[in-house]
């Protein structure tokens, strides 16, 4: 198993375990494992992010490679440019939704997606074994790359029918999250002729306005702007801008399971017999909207990388998280925040309904995840005594206790955190909000007696 990588990449606190000699090996590694060419950095908002892209760069130039600085910048308009401008590979410099001390180095590969588990493993056995890079006789140089947003914003409005979306002069509030899809989602939505409201528009490395990670319970302010303007929706975005929480019309806040299934369903009615890659902690009404478009559903462990990878394995057009990571593959096989919001543009163009009408239409999905903090070692104990408890159980990731097709309960360790991550599924919001209770109440009762 990696020691360093976690769900998404590495991460930890700035200083700590993110501290400038590791910043400085761990980039020899990478580099080592890029072997040549010319990499792309990018980095999010938060307030460590450029002194760690200086130190990658400068370590990168020290052992011959180029490398161009695309600035701030979300983290999929960094894949995109990395994949279509022909770049060796790119680095990230982001945590994601993670709180504001944290920060995070991604390496993506040279198709745009980030790199997969095996290579992940590469690049620590070339750390740990300081196989990496020393000849410093040929320097390279750092140069600012100044065509990445076009270049996403080109390939995100290649994929709708910008005329049909300009043709109904939306009304969109953006929740930009004081994050990095403030460079882009705006001037996306202004190409397709929307009314724009923003709110936490600046970007700010503490994220002092809801927090970098979108939930239900930090998008009030979202939803009241929504019913306040008469706008058609609103969408929120987390920290490096990758992943997208909706709001309809009414102001009521969609989970990501359905606003994944409201994509899907658009997607595969234009492109039935396609292939879903979803993780193990979704809801089960994708197999139900699979199975009415002659469609099938891969499903793997929890990570992006996981979904990325299998996406690019399998050809799947698909591809979604619960978090609000969903991936388009005709763009690109990762989550991307702009695109997903270009895309519900599209079906509500094309639909000429609400948002919440198109909900209406959808599989019934009654699905609500929590969090506990807690240990390494304690997770790992904690998720060995629910098997032991429920011998029959997926355990290819923590566990998944399944009672039925639409009734079940998973719980596993953070890769990013110190916290372990419950999600349910029920076939009624009052069975859900039951069990839900009942294994927050044994979680607990485990790790605390």
């Not at 700590?16 to 999010?44: M, P, Q, R």
């Not at 904690?382 to 923590?398: C, E, R, V, Y």
């Not at 890769?415 to 009052?430: F, L, M, N, V």
């Not at 927050?440 to 790790?447: G, V």
């Amino acid at each position: 198993m990696a020691k360093l990588f976690g769900t998404n990449g590495i991460r930890g606190v700035f200083a700590e375990d993110l501290s400038l000699e590791f910043i400085h090996d761990i980039t020899l590694a990478i580099a080592t494992y890029f072997k040549k060419g010319s990499i792309l950095v990018g980095y999010d908002g938060r307030t460590s992010s450029p002194t760690i892209t200086k130190i990658v760069c400068s370590t990168l130039n020290s052992v011959g490679f180029d490398c161009k600085n695309a600035g701030l910048i979300p983290t999929p308009c960094l894949e995109i440019a990395t994949k279509n401008l022909g770049y060796s590979g790119g680095i990230m410099i982001t945590a994601s939704h993670n709180p504001p001390q944290y920060n995070g180095i991604k390496p993506v590969a040279s198709d745009g997606v980030e790199i997969s588990r095996e290579d992940e493993l590469i690049i620590e056995d070339i750390y740990f074994n300081k196989k990496w890079k020393k000849d410093y006789t040929k320097l390279g140089k750092t140069e600012p790359e100044k065509n990445t947003i076009k270049t996403y914003l080109d390939a995100v409005t290649s994929h709708v029918n910008s005329n049909k979306i300009m043709s109904r002069k939306f009304k969109v509030v953006l929740d930009l999250g004081n994050g990095a899809q403030a460079v882009t989602a705006p001037l996306l939505c202004n190409e397709l002729g929307c009314k724009v409201i923003t709110i936490n528009e600046n970007i700010d490395g503490t994220f002092s306005g809801r927090g970098s990670e979108p939930t239900p319970s930090n998008l009030k302010k979202l939803s009241d702007t929504v019913v306040k303007t008469g706008s058609d929706l609103g969408v929120a975005f987390d920290g490096d801008g990758d992943r997208s929480i909706f709001c309809d019309e009414k102001g009521e806040i969609l989970t990501g399971d359905k606003s994944a299934l409201l994509l899907s369903n658009f997607i595969l009615s234009k492109n039935p017999n396609s292939t879903i890659v979803t993780c193990l902690n979704s809801g089960s009404g994708i197999e139900t909207l699979a199975q009415k478009a002659k469609s099938n559903v891969i499903r793997t462990k929890v990570g992006s990388v996981e979904v990325s990878r299998k996406m690019v394995q399998t050809g799947a057009l698909i591809g979604f998280e619960e978090n609000g990571g969903f991936m388009y593959g005709k763009h690109n096989q990762v989550r991307d925040g702009a695109m997903t919001l270009a895309l519900v543009l599209d079906l509500l163009s094309f639909s000429g309904k609400t948002m919440s009408e198109e909900t209406k239409l959808l599989p019934q999905s009654f699905t609500t995840k929590d969090k506990v903090a807690c240990s390494k070692e304690d997770a790992s104990k904690l998720i060995k005594t629910l098997a032991d408890q429920n011998p029959h159980s997926n355990t290819t990731d923590g566990i998944k206790i399944a009672f039925d097709k639409t009734n079940w309960v998973m719980v596993r360790p953070s890769g990013t955190e110190p916290i372990i991550r419950i999600y349910a599924e029920a076939d009624s919001q009052e069975k859900l909000k039951i069990l839900m209770s009942e294994y927050l109440a044994k979680i607990n009762s485990i790790l605390f007696r």
